[in-house]
């Protein structure tokens, strides 16, 4: 049972240049969630999907994009980078209303330069 | 949005020590959870607790959701509780699972 699986690991981009982050389940949880963390800041939700099909912003969804492809997975999208997008983001998913605890992915180191 | 404020923002502590953490939050919640984020960088879920009190081994909290804040105790304190604990709540008014985290309190506990 791998919980919530999140590819890459570490990446470093060159500002401009595009990429995708991955994030999979597989608990069969309804909603899905994209968190990114700073220093001193906490984590800041980035996009969540509450349930297939659905995608809602959150609090700094500014230069990112989300698609929820399926139940399983729920992928975050640079267009252009910029190096303000330097952080750690994770990946969070719950079966849904009630459940009480978050399954957190082990995180993507990004660096844009 | 919601406003949720952590103190202390670090905390220094001797092995066996014990600690407490606190979070206030700015409007009424019908999810609060407390989150360790070990050395490593992985988030495990501690307690859910919109209101109450629990219990989980060294652990206990405490949230009085008249009065707006959350409590996390650390009693006999051990180098594996080193990291940082995030205070997490979904305003009532919010989708279930759409939390708003404080800035967390650093903690280094020495042998």
């Known amino acids: 049972n791998a919980g919530v699986t999140q590819t890459p690991k570490f990446q470093v981009l060159k500002t401009g240049q595009s990429m995708t982050l991955q994030c999979a389940q597989d608990?069969?949880?309804?909603?899905m969630y994209w968190y990114r963390q700073d220093p001193g800041m906490g984590l800041r939700l980035i996009y969540y999907?509450?349930?297939?099909?659905?995608?809602d912003k959150g609090e700094v969804p500014n230069g990112y994009n989300v698609s929820r492809l399926n139940k399983r997975e729920f992928s975050l999208r640079l267009e252009s980078a910029a190096p303000s997008q330097t952080s750690v983001y994770f990946c969070?998913?719950?079966?849904?209303?009630?459940?009480?605890?978050?399954?957190f992915g082990s995180g993507t180191r990004l660096t844009v330069v | 949005g919601i406003q949720v404020e952590q103190s202390p923002p670090d905390l220094i502590l001797q092995e066996g020590a014990n600690s407490t953490l606190r979070c206030n939050f700015s409007?009424?919640?019908?999810?609060l959870q407390w989150f360790h984020q070990n050395p490593w960088g992985q988030l495990i879920n501690l307690f859910y607790?919109?209101?109450g009190t629990k219990q989980n081994g060294r652990l206990s909290a405490t949230t009085v959701a008249t009065e707006r804040y959350s409590l996390l105790y650390i009693s006999s304190s051990q180098t594996t509780d080193s990291g940082v604990y995030f205070c997490?709540?979904?305003?009532?008014?919010?989708?279930?699972?759409?939390?708003?985290f404080g800035a967390g309190t650093q903690v280094v506990v020495t042998p």
């Open positions: 969070a998913s719950i079966r849904g209303r009630r459940d009480y605890g978050y399954t």
């Open positions: 608990m069969n949880h309804n909603s």
């Open positions: 999907s509450a349930s297939e099909g659905t995608t």
């Open positions: 409007d009424s919640v019908n999810n």
């Open positions: 607790i919109p209101s």
């Open positions: 997490a709540v979904v305003k009532t008014t919010d989708s279930w699972g759409k939390f708003q």
